[in-house]
């Protein structure tokens, strides 16, 4: 059984930086491949990030391309999130997720597994 726990989030102000983190237990971390997705209220889950399971390939949406980084270590069994120069647009609940795959995919459905998510709120 795989376990999920994101931390890091919280109250940020326009233009400031934040690093969400996803930390892995249950199996061995480096056979997975994972993503951040987010959720603000009345908004279907979108796709955020994610990064293969060595960590060489990475994917980000179009609205978070050159100002969210995605990065892991596997020592620690984290997947990070560093985001950037944050709008209220960011604001949403985010959510780790993790598949058994060499590479990360952008669709909710492709993952197996879910955190609970963490709160990162963008106020202006």
């Known amino acids: 059984q795989v376990q999920l726990v994101e931390s890091g989030g919280g109250l940020v102000q326009v233009g400031d930086s934040l690093r969400v983190s996803c930390a892995l237990s249950?199996?061995?971390?480096?056979?997975?491949?994972v993503g951040w997705f987010r959720q603000a209220p009345g908004k279907e889950r979108e796709f955020v990030a994610a990064?293969?399971?060595?960590?060489?390939?990475?994917t980000y949406a179009d609205s978070v391309r050159g100002r969210f980084a995605i990065s892991r270590d596997n020592a620690k069994s984290t997947v990070y999130l560093r985001m950037n120069s944050l709008t209220p647009e960011d604001t949403a609940v985010y959510y780790c997720?993790?598949?058994?795959?060499?590479?990360?995919?952008?669709?909710?459905?492709?993952?197996?597994?879910w955190g609970q998510g963490t709160q990162v709120t963008v106020s202006s």
């Open positions: 249950g199996r061995t971390f480096s056979s997975y491949a």
């Open positions: 997720a993790a598949r058994s795959a060499q590479l990360g995919g952008t669709y909710a459905g492709e993952y197996n597994y």
């Open positions: 990064i293969s399971r060595g960590g060489v390939s990475t």
